[in-house]
């Protein structure tokens, strides 16, 4: 008991890290343990709003394209891919940080520049998703009676629960006849030129059948699912970009031998924690918005 | 190997013992990889169960929890091991996990929140849906 003691008193007395890690070490946690708070709070934001809602989008509805793979219907395989390359490109993180340990320079080299690589392709996933949300328009009867198109922004959402096809071949009427012009082109493959002289009620005779036989008008949802979308995913993107701008760092101070001046890679081991958060935050996100 | 490069700071007295090899790290990998491809298929089970006509809600709210306690490990797995955080001594661990533990109190509070506000608008919001609902149903009607 005695010593025990007597080595908790040394502990705290100075000279020596009570935590027994270095400063910027335990101040790299702290930061995270913020952050964990900042994005917690984000997601928790999230989940009051859409538990207050009846309806909320069907994310497997939302989700469900691949690039190169036009329209069809493919829930979750788009964000499997990019969790993959979060875990994979986490473990040539722990590989480089692990190399450090062992001061194989070549090792650290080799694994932080995959490391690197596996960042970029997250972001350019990312990057596709978000433009095929953005770009996207999809067919919705709106309040005022009309069918009109809608893309996925902070302030639009398309993806409400689906119109009866009665509600949606009466709003063919008060539509214009741009939208009538599109809807017809996209389904039956005819140029929207070829349609351009037609009268609206010729446009509504051939929308109709389109209707009818299953063509899903969906409406408006909430708004919110954008913004918080476009927010969360926005700013976990934004944490990934600078993850990316500190391994390319550390990669060139790898490359000039800087560590091995010092005679430590414990910036890799750093940079490696907040690469580690990246990919656990990624873990919730994919949780709050794909999965449930 | 000296041990002589690990100590970074004279006020660091030792250093985690560090693996020589890189089968824990992998062993962790196939481990995330396996949870997540769990979580996919009930993700890709939910959304079957939602093409049936009557979705079975309770049995969707089951997986549904499934799925968060299995993130919850892809965490502690990530934290852990990826992180080293299971290599730290047990002052450093505590200061980080308990301020965390404000977590649980977030997330009820802030749920159960959520759901009064569903209740309030079901109570006072709905109701005065259906009213206006109504006359759009006549109106409908006299139409045809």
Redesign the interface.
């Known amino acids: 008991m005695s010593t025990a003691a007597q080595q908790e008193t040394k502990w705290w007395n100075g000279?020596?890290?009570?935590?027994?890690?270095?400063?910027g070490k335990?101040m790299m946690?702290?930061f995270l343990?913020s952050d964990?708070?900042t994005f917690?709070?984000f997601l928790?934001?999230y989940?009051?709003?859409?538990?207050?809602?009846?309806d909320w989008v069907?994310s497997?509805h939302v989700f469900n394209a691949f690039p190169f793979c036009g329209h069809t219907n493919l829930?979750?395989a788009f964000v499997?891919l990019m969790?993959?390359i979060l875990?994979?490109s986490?473990?040539t993180?722990?590989?480089a940080?692990?190399e450090g340990?062992?001061?194989n320079r070549k090792g650290v080299e080799k694994y932080m520049i995959l490391t690197v690589f596996g960042g970029l392709a997250f972001l350019s996933c990312q990057a596709w998703e978000w433009t095929h949300l953005l770009t996207g328009e999809h067919f919705i009867l709106a309040a005022n009676g009309a069918i009109e198109t809608l893309n996925t922004t902070v302030s639009h959402n398309p993806w409400g629960p689906q119109a009866s096809a009665t509600a949606a071949i009466n709003a063919l009427q008060h539509s214009s006849p741009e939208v009538l012009r599109s809807l017809i082109s996209e389904e039956t493959h005819t140029s929207v030129e070829s349609l351009k002289g037609l009268p609206l009620s010729d446009l509504v005779a051939k929308a109709t059948p389109i209707i009818s036989e299953g063509f899903h008008i969906g409406t408006a949802g909430p708004v919110s699912f954008g913004s918080y979308f476009f927010e969360i995913t926005g700013f976990h993107g934004f944490h990934v970009l600078s993850g990316v701008v500190i391994n390319i760092v550390m990669y060139i101070k790898t490359l000039r031998g800087d560590f091995d001046k010092r005679?430590?890679y414990?910036m890799i081991?750093k940079a490696?924690?907040y690469w580690?958060?990246v990919?656990?935050v990624w873990?919730?996100v994919?949780?709050c918005f794909?999965?449930? | 190997m000296s041990s002589e490069h690990a100590v970074t700071s004279p006020e660091i007295t030792f250093m985690p013992e560090h693996e020589s090899g890189t089968k824990k790290i992998w062993r962790t990998f196939w481990v995330l990889s396996f949870l997540t491809i769990i979580e996919l298929s009930l993700g890709l089970a939910i959304y079957n169960i939602h093409q049936a006509a009557e979705p079975n809600a309770s049995l969707v709210l089951f997986f549904k929890g499934v799925v968060c306690i299995l993130t919850l490990a892809k965490a502690y797995y990530i934290v852990s091991i990826f992180m080293h955080l299971g290599d730290e001594i047990r002052n450093f661990i505590m200061t980080i996990l308990v301020p965390l533990s404000l977590f649980v109190w977030f997330l009820t509070a802030f749920l159960i929140d959520g759901t009064s506000w569903k209740n309030l608008r079901h109570r006072y919001m709905d109701k005065h849906e259906t009213e206006q609902v109504a006359p759009a149903a006549t109106e409908k009607g006299a139409k045809d």
């Open positions: 000279g020596r890290s009570p935590f027994n890690a270095s400063y335990v946690w702290y343990m964990a708070f917690g709070a928790i934001s989940a009051t709003l859409r538990f207050s809602l009846k069907d497997n829930p979750l499997s969790t993959f875990i994979f986490s473990v993180m722990v590989l940080v692990h340990h062992k001061m005679g430590h414990e081991e490696g924690l580690h958060f990919d656990l873990v919730f994919f949780l794909y999965l449930i």
